[in-house]
């Protein structure tokens, strides 16, 4: 049983697939498979590729509703729940607050800039059928950027294990599903990046099943001024995260666990901790003040 | 009478397990019969050597063991 | 009890719509074969009257494949081929000591058994159905046996209950039966019913109970020794209680299984099954086990053959009937491999009436002691 790793760039990260198989030739088909699922999700919700769905629903904004295939139906169904659980904080429509925010920004907007972009943001605007969406004013985007990595991590898997294979491990920028174990008979060990220090890990965590994600200011981040402000924006305030640094969560799911830490991020300081402890799911969150929280510490 | 109370206590304890948390019980040594084959062998051995017999599913063809 | 958060259950319930997580498992076929080696110990000479004091040495081989047909069906061959050569005990007189002592019979030429079960299952959403029929032959023995069962889950499968039913006609035709004054031909007949319940009580343990009842007619006696008289009818039930659970922290899971048993010939007995599974590493596991058994005597159980009795009466002195309990230790070691699984297991059996929860006056002087070898491969393609 050989140790097969490939690495890739993907959704615009560095990605990583690590299996266990006995042969060669399969082990080929088995990436290539692998490979086309990913691009698959990517070239489907891509932002930059012109054909993707996510164009199509967008370049329809103010205009008729989009029919819409079973995968992209469940998704949205989905990312309806997180919106829910969430209070309103995760929304797949706050991507064009991206537009109140460029780098190299001295100070906040106006209010008036403010106003004209939150106009446009707001899942609950947004209409729904089981086969179709439609995004009632010119102008509003939905953006699958925070659930399909995870979704695309899950579904590798997923295709790993139903071929057979029982000890992969499917790393897409971070987002990360397991299954199985190492040849030694360890679990699969994951190293989380230290939010202040680059290229040094706070903690390095044993993944038995299922997967673990991390959501952090320190790669994807927003300046302005001389602070760091993660990439993740506040859809009611308009104002981006500024409270923990980073949050790694353990759930069985990688788009259980991607949403959990996005969730988290999104949250005020102790409402962010409240939520994480009442998922009873492991975690790590590191804050502004670099203390660290969370059961993952331990390991 | 003890026997009863075991079941009900251990049936109160219940939990609703989810799809995603049944790989544990998917493990080849939690099933009720790991082994069919070994199972089968050893019921014929004790059923022919012993009086008692069944408990579980219905026995299989006898045979003249002495 | 652990509340899991209702935004993990919430997220769990839409994610598992997504079209990646509607997996379904490779339908797989399965050829198990196993090898096993039966001996039994010699019976201290200063026990046997007359005859050899050697014991059953007998060799079994097995063959079973299951395999899918459609998306719907399977279809199940299960073969056994069995050599068995000794001797065993024709009858139970006192010795001189007072202690009875046993007559065995010379020690047999090689003898073999074959049988042969096949069965079908149908599978619906949230059900299964078998029918299946068997057979065994050997050269004074044949049966032939039918069975019926279904099995039920419940809307969440975290509940099963499966009942059948069983009917099993046996043709007895004792060798040497005009030399020795045996019954020349003989019948019997058995039906049975039995139903379980089967319980996952939490994410690392799962409970079985089972009950089953059997009516047995006919010649229930054994054809093979000098005085044994049992009633032509019997009735004999059984309820069960199997456990298992997974110890996490450990990588190993336990079995714990009781059964009690009773019957309308006066025998009631307890047995338990207890096994540590082991798992070292991802392909190793070992499995040490241990069996308590004991067995209250028939009613009509006599420490030696008691001629002076009617006839029509009903007396046996074979030891299993007898009051007397056992102990079986054993060690199973396996490997697995993605498409193979080998295993090897020893297991020791004794009894001594000491163990018995009811014990008889005398310890039987045939009360076996065995040693049982098995080795296992398995492949899934």
């Known amino acids: 049983m050989q140790l097969r790793y490939i690495r890739f760039k993907a959704m615009g990260c560095p990605c990583e697939i690590r299996f266990f198989h006995h042969d060669d030739a399969e082990a080929e088909r088995l990436a290539d498979i692998c490979l086309t699922e990913i691009r698959r999700l990517e070239a489907k919700y891509s932002r930059y590729l012109p054909a993707s769905v996510t164009n199509q629903i967008n370049d329809a904004a103010g205009c008729d509703p989009v029919m819409i295939d079973p995968e992209t139906s469940a998704l949205l169904d989905y990312a309806h729940t997180c919106f829910n659980q969430s209070d309103g904080l995760f929304d797949v429509t706050s991507g064009v607050l991206r537009h109140l925010w460029h780098d190299g920004l001295l100070d906040t907007p106006p209010p008036s800039e403010f106003e004209k972009w939150l106009a446009i943001v707001g899942w609950q605007k947004v209409r729904r059928t089981a086969t179709s969406i439609a995004l009632p004013l010119a102008g509003m985007e939905i953006d699958f950027g925070g659930v399909v990595k995870e979704y695309a991590a899950d579904a590798t898997l997923a295709l790993l294990s139903q071929e057979g294979v029982r000890d992969c491990l499917v790393n897409l920028g971070g987002d990360i599903a397991v299954l199985g174990r190492l040849a030694n008979g360890q679990p699969w060990e994951v190293g989380i990046t ?98 660290c929280h969370g059961s993952l510490q331990k390991e | 009478m003890r026997l009863l109370f075991l079941v009900l206590v251990l049936l109160g304890g219940c939990e609703t397990v989810q799809p995603w948390e049944r790989g544990t019980l998917a493990r080849p040594e939690m099933q009720l019969d790991s082994d069919p084959l070994e199972t089968t062998l050893m019921e014929q051995v004790y059923e022919s050597k012993e009086a008692a017999s069944g408990g579980n599913g219905a026995a299989g063809a006898g045979c003249g063991c002495n | 009890m652990k509340h899991k958060s209702s935004t993990v259950a919430a997220l769990t319930g839409a994610a598992m719509s997504l079209p990646a997580f509607a997996a379904t498992q490779p339908a797989e076929s399965t050829i198990s074969v196993s090898l096993s080696q039966y001996h039994e110990a010699d019976i201290p000479s200063d ?93 004074d023995y044949k049966a032939t046996s039918y069975q019926v069962s279904g099995e039920w889950d419940r809307e969440d499968k975290l509940s099963t209950f499966a009942l059948a039913f069983s009917y099993s006609s046996d043709e007895l035709s004792p060798t040497d039966a005009v030399l020795y004054g045996r019954v020349p031909e003989a019948n019997q007949r058995s039906r049975s019913i039995s139903g379980s319940w089967t319980q996952v009580l939490n994410k690392n343990a799962v409970l079985q109970s089972g009950i089953s009842l059997t009516k047995k007619d006919g010649y229930l006696s054994d054809p093979y020794k000098l005085l044994d008289v049992r009633p032509d009818e019997k009735t004999q039930w059984a309820v069960s209680l199997r456990y298992r659970h997974f110890y996490d922290n450990r990588n190993a899971a336990l079995h714990l299984d009781y059964r009690y048993y009773d019957d309308d010939w006066g025998i009631d007995s307890h047995t338990i099954d207890l096994s540590w599974h082991q798992n070292l590493g991802v392909r190793f596991q070992l499995v040490p086990r241990i069996r308590i058994y004991s067995q209250a005597e028939a009613s009509f159980f006599e420490a030696a053959d008691d001629y002076s009795l009617p006839r029509d009466q009903p007396q046996s002195s074979d030891y299993r009937l007898s009051g007397y309990g056992a102990l079986s230790v054993g060690l199973k070691a396996i490997y697995k491999l993605p498409a193979w699984t080998v295993s090897l297991s020893v297991d020791q059996y004794r009894s001594d009436e000491r163990f018995g929860h009811n014990k008889s006056q005398y310890e039987h002087p045939a009360l076996l002691d065995f040693t049982l070898t098995n080795l296992g491969l398995e492949y899934r393609f």
């Open chain 1, 194 to 291: 230290h939010p202040e220090l680059p290229g040094q890990v706070i903690a390095s965590i044993q993944v038995g099943s299922g997967a673990i994600t991390t959501s952090g200011s320190y790669e994807r981040f927003i300046r302005i001024g001389d602070k760091k402000f993660s990439h993740l924006i506040n859809p009611v305030t308009g104002i981006p995260a500024d409270n923990l640094q980073s949050v790694t969560v353990v759930a069985p799911k990688a788009i259980i666990a991607g949403s959990i830490c996005t969730i988290a991020m999104l949250r005020e300081q102790e409402g962010a901790l409240d939520f994480l402890n009442s998922t009873h799911l492991p975690f790590l969150s590191v804050d502004k003040l670099g203390t």
């Open chain 3, 47 to 139: 026990k046997v009257v007359v005859g050899s004091n050697e014991r059953y040495d007998i060799e079994v081989g097995k063959f079973k494949l299951v395999t899918p047909i459609g998306a719907d069906w399977s279809l199940t061959v299960d073969t056994t081929r069995e050599t068995m050569s000794g001797a065993s005990p024709w009858g139970t007189l006192y010795g001189t000591t007072g202690e009875p002592n046993l007559i065995m019979s010379g020690a047999t030429i090689s003898e073999s058994r074959t049988s042969l079960a096949i069965s079908s299952t149908r599978y619906t959403d949230k059900a299964s159905y078998t029918l299946g029929v068997s057979k065994s032959e050997e050269n």
